[in-house]
């Protein structure tokens, strides 16, 4: 098979690098398999890839087999390298509700596909229309919102520019105190954004982390956080120059709750002191602890790690000793930060010790400034509910 190989692989470890489509020779490979694209790989893509490979979007469009064909040496390689879709948490250290990783069967499926001579599958079936629905690119997936704030005007990307981040803040023009249950970044052109984490200007508490595969933020039923009027909102929003140049602006969607929720979200924060890492030193260590003064549960996890961050580990030592592992992310990519949302809340005793350690590595001729710090959606436990006269 004549793949342009190399030079597609070259275009993935390089920031900002630009995407060159593999030239398609694949008239004379033999089909040895029955698994098709227009079936089984089609839903695949559609619930693990769509948030960024459709027409318009992040990356080249995954959506129809004339589409898809060309990258399918391509696709094997990186999910045999665990670099697409990308998702740093190791499984079974945490249950997350926004877990992008592909299942044991969903690998095997792609692989025996590709291997197989990667086939479309339905004879005379429109190789150039889609077989599967491909989710609209931008919308409210809420509804619409109680308060839509302007956050990015005027922004410009430039066709194949590094990463950088760039801070906005802005005036929620709340006239009262509100209840937040909810926020969802609409980034206009999704072309250039890889994510934009969202904080309380004032506070600098954490809100929300948008990503092309978690754009709704949600508190769990009947949490909320207390915005009081006038907030100002900090947004961060990462960036990356793709293909074309990029310009436009993005939206910010807040949810309110009605009335006053039975629990208030509380701030939590964990963060080392800030420390050097020598230039060239590797596997530099960060651990700190915290314990717990007040019975909490952590609903959401946002880990900031900074340059040359390689890995974190996070974990609960309840009281009575049981060790309850919360997150690792193992081969972090700091290119593709998200928040970690637990499928069910996980309520930790007073005194309990919550210890981060992170790895870095500073392969650079200059010192590294770096402070590992994880900001937690927290909130009392529930109290037990009353007891029914009998
Ligand atoms: C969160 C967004 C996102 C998701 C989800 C995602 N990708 Fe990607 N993918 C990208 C981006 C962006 C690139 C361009 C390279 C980069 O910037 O890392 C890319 C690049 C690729 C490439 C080209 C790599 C190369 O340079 O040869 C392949 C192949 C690929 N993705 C396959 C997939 C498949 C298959 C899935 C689903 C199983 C998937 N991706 C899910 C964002 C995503």
Known sequence: MRWVTGVVL?????????????ETVYTHTPITTSIVFQKEIARIFQRKCFQCHTDGNISM???TYKDARPWAVAIKEEILERRMPPWSAV?????????????AREVSLILAWADGGAPSGVLLA????????????????????DAVVNV??????????PDRTARFEVASGLDRSRWLRALQLNPGDRRGIRYAAIYEAASGRWLGTWTPSNPVNSLPAGVGIQLPAKARLAVEIGYRGTEEPVSGAAELGLYFSE?????????????????????????EKVRTETVLKTATTASALWPRLGAGAKSIEVTAIKPDGVVEPLLWLKNYRPDWPSSYVFREPVTLPAGTRVISTAY???????????????????FPPSRPPATLAP
């Open 126 to 145: 429109d190789e150039s229309k889609p077989p599967v629905f491909v989710p609209p690119l931008n919308g409210w997936e809420q509804g619409t919102p």
């Open 360 to 378: 870095y590595d500073n392969v650079t001729d200059a010192a590294l400034q770096a402070r590992p710090a994880l900001s937690v959606t927290a």
């Open 259 to 283: 009335k006053r929720p039975p629990q208030a979200a509380m701030p939590l924060e964990i963060s080392a002191p800030p420390f050097t890492v020598a230039a060239g030193k590797t596997r």
């Open 10 to 22: 070259a275009g993935s470890v390089v920031a900002g690098a630009l995407l060159l489509k593999p």
């Open 91 to 103: 499984n079974g250290y945490g249950h997350f509700a926004n877990d992008m990783s592909l299942t």
């Open 152 to 161: 990015a005007k005027d922004q410009k990307v430039a066709a194949g520019s």
């Open 61 to 63: 469009s995954l959506t």
